[in-house]
């Protein structure tokens, strides 16, 4: 019998994905070069997977609307209170209505921060899985670092601030992956000096891993954990070791498709009891 654990997650059906702009170097070249079908078969193998471990709510596809897949863009959710995305990128701004109905309809207190103040949400902000009350928040791309100060007065946590600095990894969760137990894997390259010194200095050595390259560059970062699972595209041989080692089950799912714009499966999905 499926055990959710209580682990509940908000996906968007790919019915109208596809790379149709260019706002972050995966979609370069690849604008209609998505191939709908597979994309579908791959979301369907990742939802099937993702709802044998977690109930998944599903919100409605739009039209016009190409990322509305990637969820975790849609808020910072904390207890009852969703902390709602300010897209920098034109492209993806009428994204936010749709998500907030969402959230509002599921009985979420919807915040916004200050207007002119970025903030993409999930994307960018990660709830450690030891110290619940720490945040770790990654901007310079898509977020602005004064979303932080705001994020700490709106839902009371400690913000550790981690300034990206490769245009690859615009956001937090394409190279920051925290897990269950206090253990992280990364992309060391991905961040600023002072960024993998707070790193260091709050994760142990024996919990942390730097991937190589040829995992960030597979998104393995991008990956989704649920109790000792992790859901992710790819794992070199290096840090599925790593992870089983630490007692954690990876299971690998093609994502192809959704890389060609930018994003794998944490993107593709939101937590929503973060607490
Ligand atoms: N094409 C989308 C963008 O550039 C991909 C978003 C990926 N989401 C994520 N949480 N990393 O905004």
Redesign the pocket.
């Known amino acids: 019998m499926k055990s959710t654990n209580g682990f509940r997650f908000l996906m968007c059906p790919p019915h109208h994905f596809g790379v149709e702009y260019v706002?972050?170097p995966?979609?370069r070249g690849h604008i209609k070069a998505a191939d709908q079908e597979l994309a579908c078969r791959q979301w369907e193998r990742f939802h099937a997977l993702m709802s044998d471990h977690a109930d998944v709510a599903l919100m409605p596809a739009v039209s016009g609307l190409p990322?509305l897949v990637?969820t975790?863009?849609a808020a910072l959710v904390y207890n009852r209170t969703a902390v709602l995305s300010s897209f920098r990128?034109p492209e993806?701004r009428p994204e936010a209505r749709h998500y907030a109905e969402w959230l509002s309809a599921d009985g979420f207190q919807v915040k916004t921060l200050p207007s002119g103040t970025m903030f993409?949400g999930?994307?960018d902000a990660l709830f450690d899985r030891a110290v619940k009350s720490l945040l770790w928040f990654g901007y310079g791309y898509?977020s602005d670092a004064a979303a932080s100060r705001h994020l700490q007065n709106s839902i009371g946590v400690e913000v550790q601030e981690l300034r990206l600095r490769d245009p690859r990894f615009?956001?937090l969760?394409?190279c920051f992956c925290p897990l269950e137990g206090g253990y992280l894997f990364y992309y060391p390259a991905a961040f600023d000096g002072q960024a993998n010194a707070a790193i260091e200095s709050r994760v142990s050595a024996d919990r942390r891993f730097a991937v190589s390259e040829e995992d960030a560059i597979h998104f393995a970062c991008?990956a989704v954990n649920i109790g000792k699972k992790v859901i992710l595209n790819y794992a070199t041989r290096e840090l599925s070791a790593w992870l089983v080692s630490h007692g954690f089950d990876v299971n690998q799912t093609l994502m192809s498709e959704f890389i060609k714009?930018?994003?794998s499966t944490?993107?593709l999905s939101l937590r929503l009891n973060e607490c």
Do not use: L, S, V
Request: glycine fraction near 12%.
């Open positions: 706002i972050n995966w979609m990322d990637f975790a863009n990128c993806r993409e999930a994307g898509r615009y956001h969760d394409t991008n714009a930018g994003g944490k993107c």
